[in-house]
């Protein structure tokens, strides 16, 4: 069955440490979503792909980074982890040209000390 | 201001009885109303969508969209423990699938 993993699940880093979140899916949709969630403020979108060598920022991007070579996976990179990142993670894939089909996947929860 | 208002609950409710749940928000412009059903420590998964205005129903669930008001309803009838879960709308406006999520509400359901 088609599916989209992330890894690690849970992550504890220091401040000022690269950190890469890990996504991928095997929907081979184009459309690929980072999200964080926190408490009150539900899903904000971090960045966002429609397909290989396509990025682009969302609404909370600062201090996020993402690449895309290839349709299955769209690693997070955070450049410089700050105690603000601390938060759950959600990578999600679409291929809808709406967009309101999102497949998302478990969630990596990441603390940073 | 933000632009999707979902009131985070906890709303709790015993077993069999009507859920009611509503997001209001500010674009005119979103086209496409979604509700999300997320289980603690899981992702979010899609229940339904609704285009435009109108009523949508899908086995115990009803989702309403009232774009003159600019507010979306959930109803889940005969509720179970199951349906304990938290539940997100979101919307967007476009054909490129950027959501405008709510905060979420959180539904227990007692047996």
């Known amino acids: 069955d088609a599916e989209i993993t992330q890894s690690p699940r849970h992550k504890i880093t220091e401040t000022g440490r690269q950190v890469t979140l890990a996504c991928h899916q095997t929907?081979?949709?184009?459309?690929m979503f980072w999200y964080r969630q926190d408490l009150g403020h539900g899903l904000r979108l971090i960045h966002y792909?429609?397909?290989?060598?396509?990025?682009n920022k969302g609404e909370v991007s600062d201090g996020y980074s993402v690449s895309r070579s290839n349709t299955e996976d769209l690693p997070l990179t955070l450049e410089s982890a700050a105690s603000s990142q601390t938060s759950v993670y959600f990578c999600a894939s679409s291929d809808s040209p709406q967009g309101h089909e999102q497949f998302f996947g478990p969630g990596t929860r990441l603390t940073v000390l | 201001q933000k632009e999707v208002e979902q009131d985070p609950g906890p709303l709790s409710v015993p077993e069999g009885a009507i859920v009611s749940l509503n997001c209001t928000y500010s674009n005119s412009a979103f086209q496409y109303f979604m509700w999300y059903r997320q289980y603690s420590r899981k992702g979010p998964e899609l229940l339904m969508y609704?285009?435009?205005?109108g009523n949508k129903e899908d086995g115990r669930f009803t989702a309403q969209v009232d774009k003159s008001s600019k507010y979306i309803s959930l109803f889940i009838r005969d509720s179970q423990p199951s349906d304990s879960a938290t539940y997100l709308c979101?919307?967007?406006?476009?054909?490129?699938?950027?959501?405008?999520f709510g905060a979420g509400t959180q539904v227990v359901v007692t047996p």
């Open positions: 792909s429609y397909g290989v060598q396509d990025t």
């Open positions: 979101a919307m967007t406006t476009d054909s490129w699938g950027k959501l405008q």
């Open positions: 609704t285009y435009s205005s």
């Open positions: 929907w081979n949709h184009n459309n």
